[in-house]
């Protein structure tokens, strides 16, 4: 099976290669795409588990920063995706002030998303490592806000297997942390094509799926940006290295990859090795890439906007907490000074009929679903989770019947999806 992907990149890597047929861009909408190597030195400490001892003792693949910068002639964005497992409301903002002064953005315009990988480092602007990293991520946007061209936007999807729900009802009704093949899961993979025309190959491919990058779990001290790495790899040499890849990471507050442990452990998945890895990442690189390639064709190009609107808005709501676990040091910074609501910051941002409307936590799976069912066919609907801060699990109200991880480790309680519900559908409701 590998022997035969492989030969497949190859035959189309040098499709790409070759004097590949170029076609008209006809848009107001200009785009620039850079990324630059943020793999930390070794012996920096790793996030995602807090059982790890020590730092990290080798790197499988580079972690990367990327910046999509747009601009329709009136308005400026940018997109920023990390591989880091997440991002404070501090760095978020330190990120998003660098950006601004770098490439010309305005602050609120700024999505800062990572990808969630548990192979990444511990990030924070207190330390050498993380004034560094912002500096990089401002650079970055530099270069993509000095590359800007003409580009107009495909969107596709396509589907991946390896993600599944890791919340199992058990006998009595308590949520066991394993693998639950009946549970909800979205195996949709959203591809976000980005031409200028110069060539069949995409000027930069942004794909979004719903799963934790955790296949390698605690006992690795690796850097990995984990299945979105592998992912980009697949898809990039499907262009000969002619293409920027980017991945953001939407509602997978209880979703994993399909690792199932001995079935006598409490949190009963095994750690992921080599062969998962790629199973997991070319599953995903794959699935990108048939879109990606189905968006090129003549019927597709001509179903293509030549105008394109960037719309921003941002917003908060403050949710309704659990008073005991707002007492814990590591959720002072998002609590509300009465100590029983979580500030919450939102943001939409829509560039034509794409909208991206990201939650600083780690939603469950159904939240994603059921924003998109209240935005209806007005847009294609990113909805994005680790992005411009951390709250911990975003957990539903449905949830808190059978517990489990994900609501007992939340901060907040059964009443706070209503509220942030409504808050997502208003704020994209100010972008239409």
Known sequence: MWSMRFLLVTLLAGAAAAGAPVFPVNSNLRAGVARVDITPPLGTPMAGYAARPGGATGSRDPLYASALVFDDGQTRAA????????????ETKAIRAAVSKSAGVPEEHILVASSHTHAGPVFSIETDYGRVLVAQIAGAAATAAGQLRPVSLGYGEDAITFNVSRRLPGPDGKVLFKVNPAGPVDR???????????????MAVLMYAVCHPNVLRAENTRWSADFPGVARTVLEQMYGGRTTSLFIQGCSGDVRANLPGSGA????FRSGDEADLQWAGIDLGAAAARATARLAVREELGRR???????CATGAVDLPARADLLQHDRWKEIATKDGRRVHCD??????????????????MVNYGFQIEKAIGPRANVFVTGYANGSIGYIVTAESFQGMGYEPESSPLSAAAEKPLLEAMTALAARVF
């Open 346 to 363: 939102l943001q939409a941002l829509r560039i034509g009929d794409m909208l991206f409307l990201a939650m600083p936590g780690e939603p």
């Open 265 to 268: 452990q409490v949190e009963d």
């Open 79 to 90: 997109l920023i995706a990390l591989d880091l497992v997440g991002t404070r409301y501090p």
């Open 188 to 202: 949709r993979v959203k591809v976000l094509r980005l031409d200028d025309g110069a060539s069949i190959a995409p």
């Open 305 to 311: 906007a030549s105008r394109y609107a960037i719309r």
